[in-house]
């Protein structure tokens, strides 16, 4: 517990002993106010430490609420299997499916749009396996649901995009940290690709200040970054394990850009080298200001 | 006694019943190993998709004549030998598919053609012998007009692809009406038939049209006389027939015969059953019609050492002509300079896992599994690229559809090992081409534009394509900094994945090759 913590808890006991019964809903405002802005949550099984990332966060029912539908968007990219690290980690969508449902979710729905074929990466990824055990609706992407949306950014005016993302009452990005060959790394941000539709790869043209306007035009309830295990070299796809470092962390936050920014240090990076962070900053998307973070951090 | 007038079915046609049952099961058992023919996401399709080929003698003997080498698997083939020896064609007659279709079209006809015999039925016995004379000296034809490679290669190219993209239209249609209740009935339809019957992606062919017409057409002779193609120029059917010739199973016509030539009426093969001198056994298909139709219930079929009917009499003529077309045909088609070293067609990638080219030709059948299995739909048949003998072999056309890295469908479904079933450590290590850069359409070399699709896509562990920081000035003069890519030649397996996804459309900025491609000794670039 830093400095910041304890002075904050303090004041919240002190506050809770001295106010009379009625004052609770001011009691409630503090405990808000000492949520942490990131959850860094180390640990085993990868299950386990997405739900204390989240609970630190207040918990799924502070984000899910009863009879909503849901969408969970994995990266589930590439034809690999879990322990190449080119797609997020299985066991962490499945908790997320699991507590969205535990919250009240009425519906749970998982997709991503594939680079490579989707029959495959859905089933070596594990992640169909997985989340379908716990009763959500693993999709294929449905090109009659690709539609053009005004996204009106500074550089991508309109783009198809999936429609399903948008009519969801709440939408949970889990992307996986992997580095990338324009935009230096792929984390939260970039793992809105996955929603685009036509030929979305003329997005690299212009990397930084496109995923800045799709993750403005799509603003995600939480972000839960699975660095369980992240590749560090022949991202994003990898293939070979002398790439994968296992760091058996998750970050989890309602701020995508603060997110990346923490993502951007699992790799020895500084938050400002990345394009699309320091973008996503400047236009206030978020905050890349790590050190003026509140940043629980846990080890289970 | 007055000619009896009878009604065609006075009696019951049990074994008619019987017959068409088992033709039933074995259509559906083929259509579903068809559809099985896809993949769900696993390596393994976990059914034996090619058993139908397996059993296909003529597939089989013409293999083992070109290759000369007895590597494939003969049991089924030898078995349905075995069956024609004793029973007769019951493979045509009741087991094989495009037979059956046959039949199934040829009830829209009214009535058989009853004309004066025709020797047209010999046709099918100069087809095989031309055909076995090729093959005996290394030319695979067989594949072209043997009735299983032709039908799943027909489905596959026109049928099935018709099929899903006129059913896609209707759901789409109602689909965009968004009518309450409808639209939701119809997208459970929809949804149910994406499970079962349709293929995943709606599949696309260079030669759909060619194909399909060809399959139509020899659909539509039933309507000039019912299975026309079986009695005149299915080479399975004649190579059957001439098994059949001393069969176990026998028919014998009792006296009490009047030839009132009911059952010349309803012999599918045109086995002139009506003379009992002239009955042409190999043209039997042992379908039983003329048993369970004769009014006077003459005929009977039964086991006996005794051969009856007419000798099969080709004409000796015909045969030597027959056998010499078979050896001019092999110099014919050899003299291509496609088979010279170094004028391969460079956009000939052939599937990973594929033999050197001549052999690979040697047992290429066309029958299309490859290429209904392919995941991508990259694989599609030739047409000239390969030779007029290499015809509806496998191509990979990258702009279409990339070799999945870590995928080994191909050559899992390959009948005759023209394409070898690799173990996903070798698929790795295969090489099918090579893929290089366009400089004057790559965006970073040639427009001073960000671009790294290429590299991002390459699926090598270590990737083939690798990127150079250089600093470049734009029009205005502004100096930037971008990543041009290179392809490693070492590395680069030729999958065409970086060509599928290239953001340069048309005429891609990166584009695979042949060269460098495993199989063969003389295509390569680099020193070994």
Same mark, same amino acid.
């Given at each position: ?30 405990? $808000?106010? +000492? ?12 299950? $386990? ?35 190449? $690290?080119?797609?997020?980690?299985? +066991?962490?969508?499945? $908790? ?5 449902? +535990? ?63 948008? +009519? ?133 | ?5 009878? %009604? ?45 080929? &397996? ?90 007009? &043997? ?36 639209? &939701? ?105 003329? &048993? ?168 090598? %562990? ?22 041009? %890519? ?43």
């Amino acid at each position: 517990m830093n400095r910041r913590d304890f002075l904050k808890s303090a004041l919240i006991t002190g506050a809770a002993l001295g106010l009379p019964a009625g004052m609770d809903p001011l009691l409630t405002v503090l405990k $808000a106010a +000492e949520r942490p802005d990131l959850a860094v949550v180390r640990g085993t099984p990868p299950a $386990a430490i997405t739900r204390a990332a989240i609970d630190s966060l207040g918990g799924m029912k502070r984000f899910v609420s009863r009879g909503d539908v849901v969408v969970v968007k994995p990266n589930i990219g590439w034809d690999r299997t879990p322990e190449y $690290a080119a797609n997020t980690n299985p +066991e962490v969508v499945g $908790a997320v499916v699991r507590l969205c449902f +535990e919250a009240g979710a009425k519906q749970v729905k998982v997709f991503d749009r594939p680079v490579n074929d989707p029959r495959r990466t859905y089933r070596q990824s594990g992640i169909a396996a997985a989340a379908s055990a716990l009763g959500a609706s693993v999709l294929f992407t449905d090109s009659r649901k690709f539609k053009d949306m005004r996204i009106n950014g500074s550089s991508l005016k309109s783009w198809p995009l999936y429609t399903e993302v948008f +009519e969801a009452d709440k939408v949970i990005n889990i992307p996986i940290a992997k580095t990338h060959g324009t935009s230096k790394l792929t984390l939260g941000m970039k793992n809105w690709m996955g929603v685009m539709g036509g030929w979305r790869g003329r997005i690299h043209q212009r990397i930084d200040e496109s995923l800045v306007d799709l993750a403005t035009f799509i603003k995600p309830t939480l972000t839960i970054l699975d660095a369980v295990r992240i590749l560090t070299d022949n991202g994003p796809q990898g293939g070979n394990l002398a790439d994968v470092r296992r760091l058996n962390m998750v970050i989890a936050g309602t701020d995508a850009v603060a997110v990346d920014a923490f993502g951007a240090t699992l790799f020895g990076m500084k938050p400002a080298e990345l394009g699309f962070v320091r973008i996503g900053h400047q236009r206030r998307l978020g905050s890349m200001d790590l050190a003026g973070m509140n940043i629980r951090r846990i080890t289970l | 006694m007055q000619a009896p007038d009878f %009604p065609a079915r006075h009696q019951s046609p049990m074994l008619k019943n019987i017959r068409r049952l088992t033709q039933a099961i074995f259509l559906l058992l083929f259509l579903w190993l068809f559809l099985s023919t896809e993949s769900r996401g696993a390596n393994e399709l976990g059914y034996p998709v090619k058993i139908f080929l &397996d059993a296909d003698p003529l597939l089989t003997l013409t293999t083992i004549l070109s290759t000369r080498r007895l590597d494939n698997p003969f049991l089924l083939a030898l078995f349905v030998l075995i069956a024609t020896v004793v029973l007769g064609r019951v493979f045509c007659g009741w087991i094989c598919p495009l037979g059956t279709l046959h039949n199934m079209v040829s009830s829209l006809k009214r009535r058989n053609v009853t004309g004066k015999p025709r020797n047209l039925y010999l046709w099918k016995y100069l087809l095989l012998i031309f055909l076995l004379v090729s093959s005996a000296f290394s030319l695979q034809l067989a594949g072209i007009a &043997d009735p299983l490679s032709l039908l799943i290669r027909s489905l596959t190219l026109a049928v099935y692809p018709l099929i899903q993209y006129a059913t896609v239209s209707v759901f789409d249609t109602v689909y965009a009406w968004n009518f309450p209740v409808v639209t &939701d009935i119809s997208e459970f339809i929809y949804d149910l038939l994406k499970k079962t019957f349709l293929s995943f992606h709606q599949p696309h062919f260079q030669q759909s049209v060619l194909v399909g017409l060809l399959f139509f057409g020899i659909l539509a002779l039933n309507l000039a006389e019912k299975r026309f193609w079986c009695k005149y120029l299915c080479p399975l059917g004649a190579l059957l027939g001439l098994c059949s010739r001393y069969a176990l199973l026998n028919r014998s016509v009792s006296e009490s015969c009047n030839g009132c030539g009911s059952c010349s009426e309803v012999c599918p093969g045109g086995a002139l059953p009506d003379s009992r001198k002239n009955w042409r056994k190999p043209e039997c298909l042992v379908c039983m019609n003329c &048993d369970d139709l004769c009014p006077r219930n003459a005929v009977r079929f039964g086991f006996s050492r005794k051969p009856s009917g007419a000798a099969l009499d080709l004409g000796k003529r015909r045969v030597i002509g027959s056998i010499v077309a078979g050896l001019v045909a092999v110099p014919l088609f050899k003299v291509s300079p496609l088979k010279k070293a170094g004028a391969a067609e460079p956009r000939l990638i052939r599937p990973p896992g594929s033999l050197e080219e001549t052999e690979f030709l040697k047992r290429c059948i066309k029958c299309g599994q490859c290429i209904k299995v392919c995941i991508t739909g990259g694989l599609q048949p030739t047409l000239l690229e390969a030779g007029l003998d290499g015809i509806w072999s496998p191509v990979l056309v990258p702009r279409i559809g990339y070799c999945e890295y870590r995928c080994t469908l191909c050559g899992q479904v390959c009948p005759t090992g023209a394409i070898r079933e690799l173990a996903l450590e070798e698929k790795a290590a295969v090489r099918i081409g090579t893929a290089m850069i366009d400089k004057g359409r790559c965006l970073p070399f040639a427009h001073a534009t960000p671009c790294i699709v290429c590299q991002e896509v390459c699926p090598t %562990p270590q990737k083939a394509i690798w990127l150079e920081a250089v600093r470049v000035k734009n029009r205005t003069g502004r100096t930037m900094t971008l990543r041009q %890519p290179h392809v490693d030649l070492e590395l680069c397996v030729g999958c065409g994945i970086c060509e599928a996804k290239c953001p340069v459309l048309g005429q891609p900025a990166i584009r695979a090759t042949s060269i460098g491609e495993s199989r063969s000794q003389d295509n390569q670039l680099l020193l070994p």
